[in-house]
């Protein structure tokens, strides 16, 4: 079954579309990775299923219900972890998750002992005001809070911008704790890192439409497989290099002269490594390393968001 479905999903802004047609099928108890450059739509899309922003056209659902024509049911039935804090410094960790309680209506009593319950479950033991915790931990306070009524259906939009790599982690394993008990995850991030972690699908949308859809795996076998990277010695020779790599692997080569880095797809991965080296070897070009690797998500997300969807 579908936590969130999305058909035709548009937004227009006057004649300029923000959402031109998009399509989500988020299945229940997952993570669903959203990726795209800044002004692709993900927040928009984000604002209109968590009922902050009506659409244009089309139609979504969440946790079963109508955004447009349910919205309260909608609401009791999501939490929301936006790109900034929303907890108030002021407060401790456990005041603001007791105000967030009463917000929901849960009584004194139960606004209390729900608290206690999250502060431990997120390991937020500090006593202090919440100006005072990390930027990890003010944020695993601000998805304690969202979970006040353990909504079935979690909005993450970019919820570790701006986070330290030990922190961001942390985040990862709260999310991963929460999927586990059944929550289901939507993911808006700009770290593709991130996405590969803990998403199980990805869409990719650009220019306000889905141009790619898939597990990361999936997305990254789009690019051909296995990837051959060869570091050049001499700079003046990567044009050289790239054009032997390519003849021998059978396709375009892909240079980055600031790392003197010539890259190219393979298939057969002990067969064009052999080829390739000693290609290079034969012309005089020295190789200061070689390495074999899957395709990055980072290369999946520029190539489809160059070609403006044409690798679907």
């Known amino acids: 079954m579908s936590a969130v479905l999305t058909r035709e999903l548009r937004k227009t802004y006057g004649e300029k579309p923000a959402l031109d047609g998009v399509d989500l099928d988020v299945g229940e108890g997952t993570v669903h990775g959203l990726l795209g450059p800044n002004g692709a739509g993900k927040s928009t899309t984000v604002r209109i299923l968590t009922t902050l922003l009506r659409p244009t056209g089309g139609r979504a659902e969440v946790a079963g219900f109508d955004v447009a024509t349910q919205p309260r049911q909608v609401r009791r039935h999501i939490g929301l972890v936006g790109q900034h804090a929303a907890v108030d410094e002021l407060l401790t960790g456990r005041q603001n998750l007791e105000l967030f309680g009463r917000l ?10 729900r608290a206690d319950e999250l502060l431990e479950r997120f390991g937020l033991a500090h006593k202090g005001p919440a100006k ?11 998805l ?8 079935p259906v979690l909005f993450l939009d970019e919820p570790t911008t701006g986070l330290d790599p030990r922190s961001r982690a942390e985040i990862w394993r709260a999310v991963r704790d929460l999927v586990s008990d059944g929550t289901t995850v939507l993911l808006t991030t700009q770290y593709l890192e991130e996405a590969d972690q803990l998403a199980d699908r ?11 859809e898939g597990t990361p795996d999936e997305l990254k076998a789009k690019l051909g497989g ?46 064009a490594l052999t ?3 000693a290609a290079l070897s034969v012309a005089g070009i020295e190789a200061e390393d070689v390495a074999l ?13 160059n070609t403006g969807g044409s690798a679907k």
């Open 144 to 151: 304690a809070a969202s979970m006040i009524l353990a909504p």
């Open 275 to 277: 080829e390739v080296l």
């Open 202 to 212: 990805i869409s990719v949308i650009d220019a306000g439409r889905v141009v790619a």
């Open 293 to 305: 690797r899957r395709p990055t998500l980072d290369e999946v997300f520029l190539n489809l968001t």
């Open 104 to 113: 929901h209506h849960l009584g004194a009593a139960a606004a209390q002992a």
């Open 132 to 142: 005072e915790l990390s930027g990890g931990m003010r944020r695993r306070l601000d």
């Open 226 to 271: 296995d990837r051959l990277d060869v570091v050049i010695h001499d700079p003046e020779r990567l044009a050289e290099a790239a054009g032997i790599v390519g003849r021998v692997t059978s396709g375009p080569a892909d240079v980055d002269r600031d790392t003197r880095h010539v890259s190219a797809a393979v298939s057969e991965r002990v067969q």
